[in-house]
Nanobody
C-alpha cells in the first residue's frame, strides 16, 4: 500500500508563486507515476500535471503549461509542483495521486490519493 501526504498549501494572490510537496511512503517501489489534481468547490477533480516515477515523462494541463513544473526528489520519495504566476481560477484543493500500473490524465488511472492541501486565493 502507498501513503501520500501533501503539504505546502497557502493563501495566495494573483501572480504569486507556491510549491506543493507530496511525500510518498509504503510500497513506493510499486509506483509507476504520480500526478497532481485540483478540485474547486462544487466541481469535479481535474488534472494538473503528472510525472513518471522515474521522471522520464511529464505532462501538463493546457491551463498551466509554462507556469507550473512537476519535479522529483528520489532520495526523499517526494514529488513537487512549482506553481508560478498564479491565477484566481487555480484556487482549490490540490491532491497528489499515485498510480500502480497506469499513467495519464484521468482520475481513474490513479490508485492512491493524499488528503489534499488547500490553495485559496485572496480577492
Amino acid at each position: 500500500q502507498v501513503q501520500l501526504v501533501e503539504t505546502g498549501g497557502a493563501l495566495v494572490q494573483a501572480g504569486d508563486s507556491l510549491r506543493l510537496s507530496c511525500a510518498a511512503s509504503g510500497r513506493t517501489f510499486d509506483i509507476d507515476a504520480m500526478a497532481w489534481f485540483r478540485q474547486a468547490p462544487g466541481k469535479e477533480r481535474e488534472f494538473v500535471a503528472s510525472i513518471k516515477w522515474s521522471g522520464s515523462n511529464t505532462g501538463y494541463a493546457d491551463s498551466v503549461k509554462g507556469r507550473f513544473t512537476i519535479s522529483k526528489d528520489s532520495a526523499k520519495n517526494t514529488r513537487y509542483l512549482q506553481k508560478n504566476n498564479l491565477k484566481p481560477e487555480g484556487a482549490g484543493v490540490y491532491y497528489c495521486a499515485g498510480s500502480i500500473g497506469g499513467y495519464g490524465r484521468y482520475v481513474t488511472a490513479f490508485n492512491s490519493w493524499g488528503q489534499g492541501t488547500q490553495v485559496p486565493h485572496s480577492s
